[in-house]
């Protein structure tokens, strides 16, 4: 299935300006990481500062302190590496197809890192203090006060 979001040209939604800032870190930091848990630490790094899912995590305190969680110091999986980059914005891609969005956002993206480091990821969240239904929550509070109102304008 993969392959056919990255193959299907319906799906190559553009990336919104922050999704674009998120993916241009995260794939800078990849080459650094030294397993995947710090890879998902990354990351949540490069989301916490941009666009609505960063809005979400520093509503539930996820602040800018140095994401340090010894992932360096114990042996864990090996890091995906930058190819994991390509594949997240190819899933992003594919949520943001599925729902008729115009650009890719950095909800989608969230949802795409979620995917391909599960635990890996909540764990990242769990040692700042949060938790993925805290997050999913507090995002969908940040995208209903993003949605317009319509109405007859009274």
Same mark, same amino acid.
């Given at each position: 299935?993969? +392959? ?6 319906? =799906? ?7 999704? /674009?800032?998120?993916?241009?870190? *995260?794939? #800078? ?5 030294? +397993? &995947? $848990?710090? $890879? *998902?630490?990354?990351?949540?790094? !490069?989301? =916490?500062?941009?666009?609505? @899912?960063?809005? !979400? ?6 602040? $800018? ?5 010894? +992932? ?17 914005? /190819?899933? *992003?891609?594919?949520? &943001? ?5 115009? #650009?890719?956002?950095?909800? %989608? ?6 995917? @391909? ?5 909540? =764990? &990242? ?5 949060? +938790?993925?239904? %805290?997050?999913? %929550? ?5 995208? /209903?006060? /993003?949605?317009?109102? @319509?109405?007859?304008?009274?």
């Amino acid at each position: 299935m993969l +392959s056919l979001a990255v193959n299907n040209p319906r =799906r190559q939604i553009p990336l919104s300006q922050d999704a /674009a800032l998120v993916l241009a870190l *995260a794939g #800078t930091a990849m080459a650094f990481s030294h +397993s &995947a $848990e710090d $890879e *998902a630490e990354r990351w949540l790094r !490069a989301m =916490r500062m941009h666009g609505r @899912v960063g809005q !979400a995590l520093q509503g539930l305190g996820v602040g $800018e302190s140095p994401l340090m969680t010894g +992932s360096e110091a114990r042996p864990g999986r090996p890091p995906l590496g930058p190819k994991v980059v390509d594949d997240a914005t /190819a899933k *992003a891609q594919d949520y &943001a197809y599925r729902r008729g969005a115009a #650009t890719v956002g950095t909800a %989608e993206l969230l949802f795409a890192v979620m995917e @391909v480091y599960g635990r890996m990821f909540d =764990r &990242a969240l769990y040692l700042r203090g949060a +938790s993925r239904e %805290e997050l999913l %929550e507090r995002l969908s509070t940040v995208e /209903a006060d /993003a949605e317009p109102v @319509v109405g007859n304008g009274s």
